[in-house]
């Protein structure tokens, strides 16, 4: 856990600018580490399996800088979009 010391704002201001980034932090972005920031840390935390319950720690700050997860896409099949196709005939639901 980050001490009192080492939450500076500078390092609270990236904290929060990290959230925002992701969706999760829509705040002031002011250096303060308020109920709005621990709340958007502990989305954080349970996101990535920190079990740190809104504590900053390092280990939630190495994983905020981290690049996140891949998302990975692939195209909508045609059950999907509402229809089956094959040859000579279609049918929408």
Excluded: N
Aim: aromatic share 12%; net charge negative; hydrophobic share 30%.
């Amino acid at each position: 856990m980050l001490c009192a010391d080492d939450a500076t704002p500078e390092r609270v201001s990236r904290l929060q600018r990290g959230l925002h980034a992701r969706g999760l932090y829509r705040g002031e972005i002011d250096g303060r580490y308020d109920e709005q920031t621990a709340d958007a840390v502990i989305a954080f935390q349970h996101e990535r399996h920190i079990e740190h319950r809104g504590y900053l720690s390092y280990e939630t700050l190495g994983a905020l800088e981290a690049p996140p997860p891949p998302v990975y896409w692939r195209p909508r099949t045609t059950f999907e979009r509402g229809y089956l196709e094959w040859p000579g005939k279609s049918h929408y639901w």
